[in-house]
């Protein structure tokens, strides 16, 4: 007689452990986000060396697609596979300054292209088509954080994933007491979407930058130069370009940048996405400023494959981000934060 099949493996928390995530991720007010939708795309243009932005489009009009700022979606391309990108346009309309409107007309994602399916994906033009199921995951609790002091601290390509915060916080302006953008990144051509810096100022919001190195030192390469097309491909302004070019900024890190800011923090939210060690060491001087965990929020980027926790790939202790996250309010997830290599 063959032994019975062994229990299956629960992946709930320890009794008594907090819930690991900011809310509960909210569902889709659509259609399941188990559907296929094909999308076509509209546009695509690269933001800098090896990171593209594709603008894709819904198929029929006033598509029944309802998402939150911080989730994301699986974008697939059949025969190669499928990935999860975060979502960067405005859930209230297209990718930038719509009209408000209850679904958007178009879907913005900005990724790099490092992986099996984010190579083709960068290689998609206008009329290509794309598979997408989503959204997915929690999002950034902007109800929460109204009437207060927000700060969004980003780190190189993690501003993609809170550009959809970003436009939602600026549309309704009025409902924040203010709304501050801290941007990091390696060098100045790796600041992201400073096309959309204009526009963020005169909706509100005060924008600082900071680098680690006032030039890119690196040798041009093929691959650079068919990236950079033209100046606007790579979004930087014409004074600091991919390399070699002057900066006349601040040379440093995101943490620093909160120490220039006049803020109260017992009314100061912060939104956090970037590598974890920035993260962590936004965290850790929020803290010492006096900002409570609890007003913190995270947004974890780990390699999700199957958008509902099955695959076990993105698990962090007893969350999986896919599933779980991947935004979290940071005094449910620290003491997994604190265990090196989990």
Request: hydrophobic residues 45%; aromatic residues 6%; glycine residues 10%.
């Amino acid at each position: 007689m063959n032994p019975p099949p062994p229990a299956p493996r629960s992946s709930a928390p320890a009794r008594g452990a907090p819930p690991p995530t900011a809310s509960p991720p909210r569902a889709a007010r659509g259609p399941s986000p188990w559907a296929s939708r094909v999308l076509v795309v509209a546009a695509a243009a690269w933001e800098m060396p090896g990171v593209r932005t594709l603008d894709l489009a819904f198929r029929d009009p006033g598509p029944d697609f309802v998402f939150e700022p911080g989730q994301f979606t699986m974008l697939c391309l059949p025969g190669i596979g499928e990935c999860a990108i975060s979502i960067a346009s405005d859930p209230g309309g297209g990718p930038s300054r719509a009209p408000r409107g209850d679904a958007p007309t178009l879907l913005r994602h900005t990724f790099r292209a490092v992986g099996n399916v984010t190579h083709p994906l960068s290689r998609l033009v206008a009329g290509d088509e794309v598979v997408v199921r989503g959204p997915f995951g929690s999002a950034w609790p902007l109800e929460t954080v109204r009437n207060r002091d927000v700060v969004i601290a980003a780190g190189g390509l993690g501003l993609a994933s809170m550009r959809s915060a970003i436009l939602h916080l600026l549309r309704q302006r009025a409902a924040y007491r203010s709304v501050t953008i801290l941007h990091g990144a390696k060098h100045p051509g790796e600041l992201l979407f400073t096309a959309d810096y204009e526009a963020w100022r005169a909706a509100g919001a005060t924008i600082l930058t900071i680098v680690d190195r006032p030039a890119d030192d690196r040798p041009a390469t093929s691959a650079m130069s068919e990236a950079c097309v033209t100046p606007v491909a790579c979004a930087a302004p014409a004074a600091v370009g991919c390399g070699g070019a002057s900066w006349s900024g601040p040379v440093g890190f995101v943490p620093a940048l909160l120490d220039t800011l006049d803020l109260s923090p017992r009314d100061t939210s912060i939104f956090c996405c970037g590598p974890e060690p920035m993260m962590k060491a936004v965290v850790a001087r929020a803290s010492d400023l006096g900002i409570a965990a609890h007003d913190i929020w995270i947004s974890m980027e780990r390699n999700m494959a199957c958008a509902a926790g099955f695959c076990g790939l993105c698990q962090f202790g007893p969350a999986f981000v896919c599933r779980d996250g991947p935004v979290f309010r940071h005094d449910r997830i620290a003491p997994f934060l604190a265990v090196a290599g989990l």
